[in-house]
């Protein structure tokens, strides 16, 4: 299960220490709109089910503070291959292509131990901000 703040789900991006950062800032900053998840591994690993549009979540930082809170807008589960240019430019990484995208991201779930094909499924999910940190949503 994933940890719970505030009644919400929480919501860390990467791994802890400079990624977690990194990742966290681009979100306050508007840069990042979208993460991805892979289904086996974050989900049904976990025991939980996917996001839904509407669904608040909260995003903590590197020390599990609460960073702000995010509204999840679009949600698709798509197979590793199927994922679009659009979805990658708005993880706001600064990917240079969609092969660069894939390259990315395989070596991270792989550094997880899991190894991904094409047909994998990924939970693209897409975002926005609704609050900062310690402020109330309106």
Not at 73 to 95: D, I, K
Not at 100 to 125: K, P, Q
Request: overall charge negative; aromatic content about 8%.
């Amino acid at each position: 299960m994933w940890p719970r703040m505030d009644g919400l789900r929480v919501l860390e991006f990467g791994t802890p220490g400079d990624l977690r950062t990194r990742l966290t800032n681009l979100v306050l900053a508007g840069d990042k709109t979208a993460t991805a998840g892979l289904l086996t591994l974050d989900y049904e690993g976990e025991g939980e089910e996917v996001e839904h549009v509407g669904e608040h979540l909260v995003v903590v930082d590197d020390t599990g503070a609460r960073a702000t809170e995010v509204e999840i807008t679009r949600v698709e589960l798509t197979p590793f291959a199927a994922v679009t240019w659009e979805f990658a430019q708005a993880e706001g990484e600064g990917f240079e292509s969609i092969e660069h995208w894939r390259e990315a991201h395989r070596r991270y779930w792989a550094g997880h131990g899991h190894e991904i094909d094409d047909s994998s499924t990924v939970v693209c999910l897409w975002f926005r901000v609704v609050a900062g940190s310690g402020e109330e949503t309106s």
